[in-house]
């Protein structure tokens, strides 16, 4: 599933355009910007879905570093540094990995 399905390519693009600056990544105006904020519950869910590269049931760190290719294959790579700061943001439970609750709630923070 693609998420031009779910969310608009032209709000993708400006997003990934707007932290495509190394270490300029914040997920709540990523979000914002890229219409999740203001979809409904289910599609949150389709987004987590597709982010969920392995099919686990959650987005881990691996996964967390490449999240804006999950938007569009030219997004680029998240930084450690941002990375960690989007794992330790999302991971209510502090087991190291996104659960789509998790998910859900850091979207619509």
Known sequence: MAMSGILSADDIKKA??????????????????IGLKA???????????VLDADN????????LKFVLKGFAKNGRDLTDKETKSFLK???KDGDGKIGVDE???????
């Open 56 to 63: 686990s049931g959650y987005i881990e760190e691996e996964e």
């Open 16 to 33: 990934l355009d707007a932290f495509a600056a190394v270490d300029s990544f914040d997920h709540k105006k990523f979000f914002e910007m």
């Open 89 to 91: 943001a999302a991971d």
């Open 39 to 49: 979809k409904s519950a289910e599609d949150v869910k389709r987004v987590f879905t």
């Open 103 to 109: 998910f859900a709630a850091l979207v619509k923070e």
